[in-house]
């Protein structure tokens, strides 16, 4: 089993910044990535970003690529999410989630379906 802990949600105003962390225990060897997503109000879960657990190689939605930065604490063992220039529509409730599935194409942990171990999710909002 591994598990996944967010923190760092809160009340910003837009064009501000945020950190979003993602503590991971358990087994954490059988993790092969660690993905951020967010869900709005009465809208689907969209994937945000993505880090391989090994390697480190990076995935983001093209909307927040430029605003985004995911990154892995090998150490402490979590990923954080910084959030720059946040927006109105940044907010949600922002989920981590961590796969023990392996792909080798990184497009797959852009699909929620591939994660198996959830967090709670942390509020985040944007005023405007």
């Known amino acids: 089993q591994v598990q996944v802990v967010e923190s760092g949600g809160g009340l910003v105003q837009a064009g501000d910044s945020l950190r979003l962390s993602c503590a991971v225990s358990?087994?954490?060897?059988?993790?092969?990535?660690v993905g951020w997503f967010r869900q709005a109000p009465g809208k689907e879960r969209e994937f945000v970003a993505a880090?391989?657990?090994?390697?480190?190689?990076?995935y983001y939605k093209d909307s927040v690529k430029d605003r985004f930065s995911i990154s892995k604490d090998s150490a402490k063992n979590t990923v954080s999410l910084q959030m720059s220039s946040m927006e109105p529509e940044d907010t949600a409730a922002y989920f981590c989630a961590a796969s023990s599935l392996f792909y080798k194409e990184g497009s797959y942990y852009k699909a929620p379906r591939t994660y198996n171990y959830w967090g709670q999710g942390t509020q985040v909002t944007v005023s405007s």
């Open positions: 358990g087994r954490t060897f059988t993790t092969y990535a």
């Open positions: 880090i391989r657990w090994n390697g480190g190689n990076t």
